[in-house]
């Protein structure tokens, strides 16, 4: 919780006037709050009960003028707040998505995608309830506990110690509902988590929900997980409105004990009228506030599990970046004994590749064998257990990470694409016009895909893809792939959603358009390997070279 609070602590620096203007404002309310009962004591001595209306009219234009000052300070600290606030939950908001794009690939696997966000938005507001308003009337009437306690000495010792008396007997009842509120509050929370991550996996597996027909099976759980929150929540509701029931009791006979006292010392002349109000006004302002001190350990309790896991959340481990920069062009590309494995499953051992720039290399094994893994490592999604992997005869772990991911452009089997347009989806960066994007269409004989969709470039692809087939989305991924500068291009079962002439084009024709680029293939599609300069069988875990036959007439130029 500490790294958290340091971390807010950091970026509230930049609004060091702000908050020393809030403090300012909080000292003059406190002031406010001292003055206030004075002024009214002399509005009943010296004007109600001496009936002089010039009096009475002199101290209320006062008491409206000290009311206006408070609101005006109130509503110029509520704005600064404000904007620290916002500021504050910007830049964690910011820093925490900076932090997802940098986890490890493996990190993704371990908590699905929407809980994952579900939960970072959540614990981040949570730890704007510090910043939050009630936080700040909580520090302004704590100073006016302190004013109030001037006030009650000055007016009357004798009543201000009866004051003290009672002030534990109150602190002590609120403090025994306030801990149980506690306990059903952490008990919610932690059924709310519950709930949300059972709602998630049903979202996420919404596709098998409806072919197993399990809707009488989910619908009965959502009601009876349902059920049991609102029962908490309930349970909690309850407690307020006898807390609330309970301390307007508590203050109702403490009131009237104010006025026993207070009757007794203006009966035997020891105390006016004006004094009696004033000081029944100062213990409000000392009794009032308990039961908001006491709302410390809610607002604790609440944020507690938040800033635990955001304390997680910031110490997961991240991918490393730094590293210098590629010096040349890229030539060639390695793996020099390299051995990886799953905790202690081995999947990749002793393997050893070397391509060049221009090469169409393939790689062929058995599901399972460990094809996916080899992609894994060569994008640096996984870190070799030993061996490496080296481009131009460097380690790839020397090189920045952002300037080695750059070499690489990927077609996946299923590949993912953006709920942006066809035209953001392939040149994010704006590198291309109209005319050149699609120009690139023509070329590759897909003007068809282009012509079906409704508003061609600017058709929005729809969430997962909806919108557009398989086969579309790994055409428009190929597109992607040739439009991005990257020397190396690695197809992993790029084409499994192609019909049979646009499979048979990718391998016989597509493949030509990529120019002098590195191409790593794939596929289980022998048929079509045997053309490629080398091919590459991963059996057991390890990758052994088989022999092909070297194609004819190849213009290609290898660097």
């Known amino acids: 919780m500490k790294s958290v609070i340091n971390q807010i602590l950091q970026i509230m620096k930049k609004h060091t006037a702000a908050l ?17 009962p004075l002024i009214l004591q002399k509005l009943t001595d010296e004007g109600l009960l001496q009936r002089e209306y010039g009096r009475v009219v002199g101290y209320a234009c006062l008491l409206i003028i000290l009311i206006l000052v408070v609101q005006g300070l109130e509503a110029l600290q509520d704005w600064l707040l404000l904007r620290v606030r916002n500021d504050v939950l910007h830049t964690l908001h910011v820093q ?7 986890l490890k690939i493996g990190q993704f696997t371990k908590q699905n995608s929407t809980e994952l966000i579900h939960q970072l938005n959540t614990d981040i507001e949570s730890a704007g309830v510090l910043l939050d308003k009630g936080v700040l009337y909580l520090f302004t009437y704590s100073l006016r506990i302190v004013s109030g306690l001037i006030g009650l000495f000055f007016i009357n010792w004798k009543m201000a ?5 009672c002030v534990p007997v109150k602190f002590v ?61 309930q349970k909690i509701n309850m407690l307020d409105i006898f807390h609330s029931s309970a301390e307007a009791g508590i203050q109702g006979i403490m009131t009237g004990i104010y006025y026993l006292l207070g009757g007794y010392f203006v009966c035997n002349g020891s105390m006016s009228m004006g004094s009696v109000l004033a000081f029944i006004s100062y213990s409000g302002n000392v009794t009032g506030p308990i039961s908001m001190l006491m709302n410390i350990k809610m607002i604790v309790a609440q944020i507690r ?32 004994r390299v051995c990886f494995g799953y905790g202690k499953k081995p999947v990749i051992r002793n393997a050893s590749m070397q391509l060049r720039r221009g090469q169409r290399v393939a790689v062929v094994g058995d599901n399972g064998s460990g094809k996916s893994t080899l992609i894994q490592l060569l994008l640096r999604f996984y870190e070799p257990d030993s061996g490496e992997v080296l481009v131009n005869g460097k380690n790839s772990r020397a090189i920045n990470l952002e300037e080695y991911r750059a070499l690489f452009s990927v077609v996946s089997q299923f590949p993912y694409l953006f709920q942006e347009t066809i035209r953001e989806n392939l040149d994010y960066e704006g590198r291309y016009t109209d005319g050149e994007l699609k120009a690139v269409f023509r070329e590759t004989g897909m003007e068809e895909l282009l012509a079906h969709v409704p508003q061609g ?28 500068p990257a020397p190396v291009l690695i197809f992993d079962e790029c084409t499994s959603n192609f019909d049979h002439e646009s499979e048979e084009w990718f391998f016989t024709e597509g493949l030509k358009l990529l120019g002098d680029k590195l191409v790593i293939l794939i596929t289980h599609q022998l048929k079509y390997v045997e053309n490629c300069d080398k091919i590459y069988e991963i059996r057991n875990g390890e990758i052994e070279e088989r022999k092909v036959i070297k194609r004819k007439n190849d213009k290609r130029k290898e660097r």
């Open 20 to 36: 020393v203007m809030i403090a300012g404002a909080c000292l003059l309310c406190m002031a406010e709050s001292f003055f206030h």
């Open 96 to 102: 925490a998505f900076q932090k997802v794009l940098r």
């Open 305 to 336: 599990p938040s800033f635990k896991r955001l304390n997680e959340f910031w110490n997961l481990d991240t991918e490393q970046i730094w590293g210098s920069k590629l010096d040349q062009e890229f030539r060639t590309l390695e793996l020099q």
């Open 457 to 484: 470039l600017d058709t929005v692809i729809g969430v997962s893809g909806t919108n557009v087939s398989g086969g579309e989305k790994q055409k428009l991924a190929f597109l992607r792939a040739m439009l991005h």
């Open 173 to 233: 009842f609120l403090h025994i509902l306030s801990k149980k509120k506690e306990e059903q509050f952490q008990n919610y929370i932690q059924e709310n988590q519950s709930f949300h991550a059972w709602m998630s996996d049903r979202i996420s597996g919404i596709r098998e929900i409806k072919l197993q027909n399990r809707y009488q099976k989910e619908e009965k759980q959502f009601s009876y997980r349902k059920e049991k929150l609102l029962r908490r929540q």
């Open 161 to 165: 110690l009866c004051i003290l008396v």
